[in-house]
């Protein structure tokens, strides 16, 4: 693709000196990690997100990071970016011109879709989201049959023929799916090598390289949707690239893919859709990472950033990785983060509906023109106003003191959009929000846990994002959970993450069989394909074979079954071991297993990791223990004195008491009464809730 992103691999040693940086992209924030690898110290960045080319928030960060923190860009060894594009690409439908090539009779399978109704009771069945209208949708006469044979050749001459029509369309990208192309690729990549030579320039997908499983609609819809995405990020990197060569910054880049694992941006223009999650879960590779650093394995993670509120689970150290997700109603058939996102972030716009009941998100202020405390034009209330109001944010210290804040104007769009038409006190409105803003959270964080059958009681919330600190402690209580942990720099913890991720490839291969000795002959020889597969994709990333690792999962059911488990399968060797494991996982999950029963098995698939260096720890200096202030707080309706620390004033292993406020340059975390609070020396702050007082 470039010179310089061409050199992407495993550029550096263990010990190796230079800057490592970590970029993540949101809505609101552009937050920066900066690693010295010298000295395993960390800094922390923030800058405003530029919407409308997000390339040039990235830049701007890190040229205030360099005037900061002392460094040049020909210091950077590396360079890891969390990116929103494709996510917004998708919410906000801003697609190129697109056509699907399908088997001819199977056009409509994107409107067909699975029947699923999300409102059993509505009079009509919602409406379809249609990626590509009927008029791109194009047939081609061919047939492979389920077992890989082919029934009916593919006729290139007509083939041929639809790319003149295509290209008299002005299509911009080509999504490729053929019926059973999981089984055998043929005659889709044939369609590719014709489309490529008579459509240059114009990105085309095949389903059999970006989701070669069965399942025709998320199939279909997975492979539109990397198809439309590819002249978006492609065009994206492109861009990346010139602005940062003209800064002088030739370091390797790497984007975080959904799965929390890294590409190289070459594999990224080829499948952006694995970009779909990108940001959030550099979050849960950190909650994965401080999991195993604390010896607490169970652990939700909630990332509360300016536009949205994202959960995930660490359970028994690892994180939840899900094999399908879905991005504004369209199936995405790929490995990514299991993660609930609900629109409470702390730019969540609050008002009143027409029966006069108050409400919270989803629609957000963003970063422009943001919340009316940021004087930027925001004339509507947020949860970050109604935590200016009522003091809990200083105005004066808000992102370390960068950037000052207006009370009077937070307080004034609480009155107009709340408070009045409510009949209420400006406090009472903005302790209401607030109210209705944890409600939110807490609800999207039981149905995480609920749906697996799991107790809150047996977790603790880890914390982070810009404005969770200030609604961990309350949530959790509305959940029961009494441990919250809050990480040091929490407001850009997603990007420390990042810093922490391999690369990452996800390979598959569909193959319907008993998981029996029936199927240890061909399974064998699928393992040793997939890994011959996995390993020369690590190879041409310049991964050296040290550095390798492969791990493999079937996903297994019970006959008759719709629905799979994805279950270890170590090195590839032992069926018997992934077949006791299935139904421990089975029992796990839905309460029930029959250890008598043969599964089946549905896809063979392999994690190709290609390690990179991490980052070494190291511990924090203790404070001097003392608070800057006294801050009045509106809390449970009433003004009250909470003691205003410093962060890095707080001493390793001395328990304080609530009600306190913790100030750091991106975010603020506020300990109710009730709460106490312990720094710990790796830098970690674990808030617990007191027993009550026997009565």
Not at 153 to 172: F, G, I, N
Not at 329 to 349: F, H, N, Y
Not at 665 to 678: G, V
Request: charged share 20%.
């Amino acid at each position: 693709m470039n010179t310089m992103f061409a050199s992407s691999g495993n550029p550096m040693a263990p010990g190796a000196s230079g800057v490592r940086i970590a970029v993540d992209i949101g809505g609101t924030f552009t937050d920066l990690q900066i690693l010295e690898e010298a000295t395993g110290v960390n800094h922390a960045h923030k800058t405003p997100t530029t919407p409308h080319d997000p390339s040039e928030g990235l830049l701007t960060g890190l040229r205030e990071a360099s005037d900061l923190f002392g460094f040049r860009f020909d210091q950077v060894s590396i360079l890891i970016h969390g990116t929103t594009i494709a996510t917004n690409a998708v919410l906000e439908r801003k697609f190129p011109v697109g056509a699907l090539v399908t088997t001819s009779g199977f056009e409509d399978v994107l409107e067909i879709g699975r029947h699923l109704r999300r409102d059993v009771y509505a009079n009509k069945a919602e409406a379809r989201t249609l990626l590509i209208p009927r008029s791109h949708r194009h047939g081609v006469t061919e047939r492979i049959k389920a077992d890989g044979s082919i029934e009916t050749a593919l006729d290139d001459d007509e083939v041929r023929k639809l790319a003149s029509l295509l290209a008299q369309m002005k299509v911009q990208s080509v999504a490729v799916v053929l019926l059973h192309a999981y089984a055998n690729p043929v005659h889709e990549r044939r369609i590719l090598e014709i489309l490529d030579r008579s459509l240059p320039g114009i990105p085309v997908s095949i389903s059999s390289d970006i989701s070669p499983e069965f399942r025709e609609f998320e199939r279909t819809s997975t492979t539109v949707l990397n198809a439309l995405l590819m002249p978006v990020v492609g065009t994206y990197l492109q861009r990346l690239e010139t602005r940062l060569r003209d800064q002088g910054l030739r370091a390797p880049v790497f984007l975080v893919q959904s799965n929390g694992g890294v590409a190289t941006p070459e594999m990224a223009a080829r499948q952006p859709a694995r970009l779909l999650l990108s940001g959030p879960s550099g979050g849960s590779r950190a909650a994965e990472t401080i999991a195993r650093r604390l010896d607490h394995p169970n652990l939700v993670a909630v990332d509360m950033g300016g536009t949205s509120y994202d959960v995930s689970l660490v359970e028994q150290g690892r994180v939840h990785l899900v094999n399908q997700g879905e991005v504004d109603a369209c199936p995405v058939r790929l490995p990514m983060v299991e993660m609930r996102t609900i629109g409470a972030g702390g730019g969540s716009i609050a008002g009143t509906d027409a029966v006069g009941g108050l409400f919270v998100g989803p629609e957000s202020a963003g970063a422009d023109p943001g919340s009316a405390c940021y004087c930027r034009g925001g004339l509507r209330p947020t949860v970050t106003d109604a935590n200016v109001a009522l003091g809990r944010i200083d105005p004066a210290h808000f992102l370390g003191g960068a950037m000052q804040l207006d009370a009077e104007a937070a307080r004034q769009a609480i009155a107009r959009g709340v408070a009045d038409p409510l009949s209420l006190g400006i406090e009472d409105a903005a302790e209401g929000i607030l109210q209705i803003a944890v409600a939110h959270m807490a609800s999207a964080i039981r149905l995480s846990l609920f749906e697996k059958g799991l107790d809150p009681a047996d977790f603790a919330l880890i914390s982070f994002g810009g404005a969770g600190g200030l609604h961990a402690c309350e949530t959790a209580r509305e959940l029961d959970i009494d441990s919250v942990v809050f990480p040091a720099d929490p407001g850009t913890l997603s990007a420390w993450g990042m810093l922490y991720a391999d690369i990452t490839h996800d390979l598959t291969r569909a193959r319907l069989m008993p998981a029996n000795d029936s199927a240890t002959a061909d399974l064998a020889q699928m393992v040793k394909s997939l890994g011959a597969e996995g390993a020369a994709l690590l190879e041409a990333d310049n991964i050296a074979e040290a550095d390798r690792r492969l791990e493999f999962m079937l996903d297994l059911r019970y006959r008759g079954q719709a629905y799979e488990i994805a279950t270890p399968f170590g090195d590839g060797s032992d069926l018997d071991r992934a077949v006791d494991e299935f139904h421990k996982m089975h029992q796990g999950q839905y309460a029930h297993s029959d250890s008598s029963a043969t599964p089946e098995i549905v896809n063979l698939r392999l994690s190709a990791i290609g390690i990179l260096p991490k980052p070494r720890s190291h511990g924090i200096d203790s404070g001097d223990g003392k608070s800057r202030r006294i801050s009045r707080i509106y809390d449970q309706g009433n003004w009250r004195e909470f003691r205003v620390f410093e962060r890095r004033s707080l001493q390793t292993g001395v328990t304080l008491e609530g009600p306190l406020i913790i100030e750091e340059p991106h975010s603020t975390i506020m300990l109710p009464m009730d709460w106490s609070l312990e720094a710990m020396a790796t830098g970690e702050l674990i808030a617990s809730l007191n027993e009550a007082e026997p009565t």
